[in-house]
């Protein structure tokens, strides 16, 4: 009879010993990653400072040359500093969707001249908003209708869904097809509809396009000099 109670007691430890992970799991609830929170590997060629990126950009069917001059001016574990010039000529239609913007990107000379803030990672994408927040664009392994939200100092809510993500290669760019996540997000500016961005687990930020409430598409494939 003893003997069969030691047995029977290291068996029950042997168990336990096993089985704390499944206790656990039973008491405590599973980590969650916050939407708005994004991590993976920073030190990657696409944050490098210097990295130069060049862009298409589209109004309507008409492409217009800007001369940009794109790149990162610093990179602090995942945080970019992108500058940003470019020239947007006499266009009347590009002068206009310049106002709608909720600050001013263009200096004196009518040239557009300013710098964005981003966090880029093996895992994703995200910007800083005019409170200073981040907000996740993309995540590179994201299940279609994830969702990211934002709530604004004004009261106002930013919303970014998944919409689409691809199986194959079927997005062109540049001279190949990559698969990407399509994101879209509502608009809390006058004269814009909605943002529809496009991401790469290699190329980050592929392509954005900004539907104004006319109907009119302002699209932009980014390339980047890294990658």
């Not at 003893?2 to 336990?16: E, M, N, V």
């Not at 010039?85 to 001013?104: E, H, I, M, R």
């Not at 097809?177 to 809390?188: G, L």
């Amino acid at each position: 009879m003893k003997q069969i109670s030691k047995i029977l007691a290291i068996l029950l430890l042997a168990f336990s010993l096993t089985s704390c992970d499944w206790i656990k799991k039973l008491v405590e609830p599973e980590e969650k990653t916050e939407p708005n929170e994004i991590k993976g590997e920073t030190k990657i060629p696409i944050n490098e400072v210097g990295n130069k990126f060049s862009t298409t950009v589209k109004l309507g069917t008409q492409v217009y040359p800007l001369n940009e001059e794109i790149k990162i001016t610093k990179s602090d574990a995942g945080v970019i500093t992108v500058g940003i010039k470019a020239d947007p000529g006499t266009s009347t239609k590009v002068q206009d969707f310049l106002k709608k913007l909720p600050v001013n990107v263009t200096d004196v000379s009518g040239k557009i001249n300013t710098e964005i803030k981003m966090k880029s990672s093996t895992e994703g994408i995200q910007n800083f908003t005019l409170d200073g927040k981040l907000h996740t664009i993309a995540k590179y392994e994201a299940k279609l209708g994830d969702t990211y939200t934002q709530t604004t100092s004004d009261g106002k809510t930013l919303t970014r869904k998944v919409t689409q993500r691809s199986s194959v290669d079927d997005f062109p760019y540049g001279n190949m097809n990559i698969k990407v996540v399509t994101v879209e997000q509502n608009s809390t500016i006058p004269g814009i509809r909605k943002y529809i961005y496009k991401a790469n687990h290699k190329f980050g930020l592929v392509h954005i396009e900004i539907i104004l409430e006319d109907g009119t598409s302002i699209s932009s494939y980014i390339f980047s000099q890294n990658n």
